[in-house]
């Protein structure tokens, strides 16, 4: 037994048995959000050369499973913040008013959500990872139809085609190869049509699943309408692994193949998003939208790190800001959407001028919203501000000032589009003078605290800097390679 | 640039091309048509052709991979999950729908 399979079978055995519990079944994340929590920091810590061959079958047809630098962060923080998110559910179950069966469904897509986001994190197997990608998508597709169906349907139809596109990637990918394991490609990749064409298509697909600009259409539409503890989940993890999967794709396994220009057509795209989403969500006068069009805003900054990284020979600065950026992203993104749906169940609104005379109310969820705005904006001490600061040092060092713009550009435009949503709790009540009594009720208690320990956590990782650039170095594709030695047979 | 018909079929690239074929028909059915159930349908054409792709690929002239045949039965299940599920959740649209459609009409013509 290793976590690094634990992981993947916990979550499933907790899917199962949520089903089968019923409206009972929500108890168990008591259970699930500790023990995957200690399971997620047993992986951190493991040594450096950690894997896992599953059903000790060998490469190519077995499967890999590998505790690489990405991999620890992402199960880590996936752990913290579907633990955190569920005990947030459990207080205040996720229902639509005369829809009370729907808070019982929302337990088994977690844990499914939660099984194949670590099985993605950690596989290194392509097609495995469409399988993940599938079980995400599921999930993150059956969560949003519990806010529109309407807009799930739309979010399903692009998701799967993103997959099939994927899928035919993959399918080059074995017809040229006969192997689809990202390590084994790495030593075999060359740079001709048939890998170009199978990479293309893998990564438009992917594009599609991390919502980046220009393909983030569906996105704002499903964050915005589902309850809050789904649209969590679906900003903080389900972009989340469609990145993770392009990260292996374009620096591990085709890392000889792809130019500096393609490179920069990511890095540009993800400028565009960067600057399209903080636009958009300036926009917006109901908070959900704002906080979803800041997802297609952050998403960005993820694919603008890519020429970063492939731009230098030492690239572990611009690694480890493109990692935690979307660790911090997951915390903050997961805390702040957690805060919104308290803050507008306490207003029974859900404009951003109805906000007022919150700070009062409920400053517990207040602090949260407004320390989520600190890491997101990348203001110090925070997580947002590590990865933003590793990010810009790496783009001035290579010249490379567009970029640096970009990132200094949309954390003032955050600041704009974050701080109007802030400042409107703190205006006074629109009528009612200085008494927030009639403000709806005071909430404390779990569902307060959930998101303000994601806050804050977005904000330790601004202490924990070095350490966790330690970690995000671990097997990464651009660090002295360390023979993988599987796990013997029990 | 003629292939005898029998190089082709030995090599798979029959199958191949209308596996490409089989795609492309899927995707210019997807933009085209905008019923959800037209568009799941048009997946399902996109997905058929990739599996043909795949399949048809790893047939060589002497003996058959697996491999290509392991990952393409995985594929299917797959597919025929989501399809479930995606179907499933066009049907609860339409039943919305209807179940909204009739007090629409009620209010707008009042009974005799």
């Known amino acids: 037994m290793s976590p690094l399979d634990l992981l993947m079978a916990a979550p499933l055995g907790f899917m199962a048995a949520a089903l089968m519990l019923g409206p009972s079944g929500r108890w168990l994340i008591l259970l699930a959000a500790p023990l995957m929590a200690g399971l997620a920091l047993w992986l951190a810590l493991l040594p450096p050369d950690a894997a896992y061959l599953v059903g000790q079958w060998d490469l190519p047809l077995g499967i890999l499973l590998r505790a690489d630098g990405v991999a620890r962060l992402m199960i880590l923080a996936t752990a913290l913040v579907i633990g955190a998110v569920g005990l947030h559910a459990l207080a205040e179950p996720p229902e639509k008013p005369g829809h009370a069966a729907q808070a019982e469904t929302f337990w088994p897509l977690v844990y499914l959500m939660w099984a194949g986001a670590n099985a993605g994190f950690l596989t290194t197997d392509l097609f495995n990872l469409y399988v993940t990608l599938e079980m995400v998508s599921l ?52 740079a001709d049509l048939a890998t170009l064409l199978a990479l293309g298509l893998m990564t438009a697909g992917l594009l599609i699943k991390a919502a980046l600009f220009p393909m983030h259409g569906w996105l704002p539409p499903a964050h915005a309408a589902a309850p809050a503890p789904a649209s969590a989940l679906l900003s903080a993890i389900a972009v989340k692994l469609g990145f993770v999967i392009l990260v292996r794709l374009w620096f591990e396994a085709f890392a000889a193949v792809t130019g500096p220009a393609a490179l920069h057509v990511l890095g540009g795209l993800g400028a565009a998003a960067v600057i399209y989403g903080s636009i958009q969500a300036m926009r917006q006068d109901r908070l959900k939208p704002l906080v979803a069009y800041s997802t297609v805003a952050q998403v960005g900054y993820l694919f603008l790190a890519f020429p970063l990284v492939a731009g230098t020979v030492e690239p572990s600065g611009a690694w480890a800001g493109m990692t935690l950026h979307g660790v911090a992203h997951m915390l903050a993104k997961a805390a702040m959407f957690l805060a919104a749906g308290l803050m507008l169940k306490a207003v029974a609104g859900d404009r951003i001028a109805d906000l007022g005379g919150l700070a009062q109310a409920m400053p517990l ?77 005071v909430t404390g208690g779990v569902q307060a605290v959930a998101p303000l320990a994601l806050a804050g956590l977005a904000i330790v990782m601004g202490f924990a800097g070095t350490a966790l650039v330690d970690v995000s170095a671990i097997e990464a594709p651009w660090a002295t390679p360390t023979v993988i030695q599987p796990e013997a047979a029990p | 640039m003629d292939l005898p018909l029998p190089v082709l079929l030995s090599t798979g690239h029959l199958y191949a091309v209308t596996g490409a074929a089989l795609v492309g028909l899927g995707l210019y059915a997807f933009i085209t048509l905008r019923h959800p159930l037209r568009q799941l349908l048009a997946v399902n054409v996109v997905g058929a052709g990739i599996f043909l792709i795949l399949g048809g690929l790893g047939r060589g002239p002497d003996a058959t991979d697996p491999f290509p045949q392991a990952l393409v039965i995985t594929g299917i299940v797959v597919a025929v999950a989501l399809t479930a599920f995606g179907a499933a959740m066009i049907v609860r649209q339409a039943q919305t729908r209807a179940a909204a459609k009739p007090a629409a009409d009620d209010n707008e013509n009042p009974a005799p």
Do not use: H, N, W
Not at chain 1, 174 to 182: G, L, W
């Open chain 1, 139 to 190: 999930a993150a597709v059956a969560l949003a139809a519990m806010g529109s169906l309407a807009a799930a349907l739309r979010y399903f139809m692009i998701a799967l085609l993103g997959s099939l596109a994927y899928l035919l990637g993959v399918a080059l990918t074995v017809a040229r190869y006969d192997t689809v394991d990202v390590i084994l490609l790495a030593q075999v990749a060359e």
């Open chain 1, 365 to 441: 969820t207040v602090t949260a919203f407004g320390l989520a705005v600190v890491s997101l904006m990348g203001l110090p001490p925070s997580g947002g501000f590590t990865a933003k600061f590793l990010l810009l040092s790496a783009a001035i060092e290579q010249g490379a000032f567009l970029y640096a713009g970009v990132l200094v550009i949309g954390g003032l435009l955050a600041a704009v589009y974050l701080f109007r949503a802030l400042s409107a709790c703190f205006a006074p009540l629109a009528g009612a003078g200085p008494d927030t009594a009639s403000r709806g009720p």
